[in-house]
């Protein structure tokens, strides 16, 4: 098992893996030439895991310079159960820390339990009830 940056190439053989995760949504942001931004934005912090040359999961991340901000971390089906998700958390939390990042979020569908369960089994993450979250998307005219 090997943990390393995402390149762009790996787009497609993320976008795969995302669309056939149950709790993952796919956004307009995660299209190509978004999703490249993202990783130039914040180099060397969205992870994959590769196990014989296969993509297997993956975490996206970034950061604000105050805060950390997870997405989609997946590990394939199949791979589930041996450490993957653990690993790539720990390592890419280890990252943010190096650049001054002690604090992170994780955005998580409710209705997917096995992400529910998974950030509660977490030592350390609680679910937050003192706030709620709004978003937007601007759209050009």
Same mark, same amino acid.
């Given at each position: 098992m090997s943990i390393r940056p995402i390149a762009p190439a790996d787009h497609a %053989? !993320? =976008?795969a893996l995302w669309r056939r995760t149950p709790g993952i949504r796919l956004r307009p942001e995660d299209a190509f030439t978004p999703f490249c931004a993202y990783l %130039?934005?914040?180099? /060397? !912090?969205?992870l994959a895991c590769d196990i014989e040359g296969q993509l297997v999961g993956? =975490?996206?991340?970034g950061h604000d310079g105050r805060r950390g901000y997870l997405q989609h971390l997946v590990v394939d089906e199949p791979w589930r159960g041996r450490g993957l998700a653990q690993a790539l958390l720990d390592e890419v939390l280890?990252? !943010? %820390?190096? !650049? /001054?990042i002690d604090k992170s979020h994780v955005f998580v569908v409710r209705d997917? #339990? #096995?992400?529910?369960?998974? *950030?509660?089994? #977490?030592? /350390? *993450?609680?679910?937050?009830?003192d706030i709620q979250v709004f978003s937007t998307t601007v759209v050009e005219s």
């Open positions: %053989a !993320l =976008v %130039a934005r914040n180099p /060397g !912090l969205s993956c =975490v996206m991340a280890t990252r !943010l %820390a190096a !650049l /001054g997917a #339990q #096995q992400s529910m369960d998974f *950030w509660r089994a #977490q030592g /350390g *993450w609680a679910a937050r009830d």
